[in-house]
């Protein structure tokens, strides 16, 4: 299958645009990251006040190259034209053929609660459940992480369970992680009902 799906690039909905990093996106992402360093820092370990365009750069044309690849599928969101987080389907649950897939995210400290994440998530699931293959989406989180576990619950995905102390947290201190999941036909139930 891998060497024959072409992955869909983009999904748009208003001023609201999920889409694949491109070359010369790196001057964006390094805005928004730098100006979002205390707000992503508690909970992404590659959150740094040291980041220059350069190496933003360098990270958009890897995970372009990644995503044509069907290697991972790293996204940028963006609002009126703006960066304002970024996420992916990610292949950690096994490969493409699974049609599994891990969503992750982060909304840059401009645009953070304000209902972003949850419409972002919203946007994820109803251009994965049509336009991608996947038959179940999962989203990870420290357990401490009260937005992200909202956004995750306002969204319909089910706590399957608790991961106790099972990664070193930003702080180094080992930490739980509750993992949330939706299938395809919950969702199509869900989007029917
Ligand atoms: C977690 C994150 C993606 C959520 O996105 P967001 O746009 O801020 O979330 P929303 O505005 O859609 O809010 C979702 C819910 O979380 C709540 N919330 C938002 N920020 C919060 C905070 N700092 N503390 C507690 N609750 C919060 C909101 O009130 C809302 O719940 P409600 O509708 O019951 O009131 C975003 O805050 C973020 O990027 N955080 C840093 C990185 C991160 O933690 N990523 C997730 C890793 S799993």
Known sequence: MASTFFAPSE???GDLSIRAYRP?????LQRATLASYEHLRPWMPWATNDYSIEQAEAVCRRAHANYLLNDD???SIWLGGELAGGSG???REGPLASRNAQIGMWISAAYAGQGLGSRALAALLA???SDWPWERLTWHCDTRNVASARVAEKNGLTREGTLRADRFGVDGQRRDTHIYAIL?????QRQGA
């Open 11 to 13: 999904y748009s909905d």
């Open 184 to 188: 395809r036909d919950e969702w199509l």
């Open 89 to 91: 389907f990610h292949l």
């Open 24 to 28: 010369g996106d790196g001057a964006a």
């Open 127 to 129: 251009w994965g459940f």
């Open 73 to 75: 599928f790293t996204l």
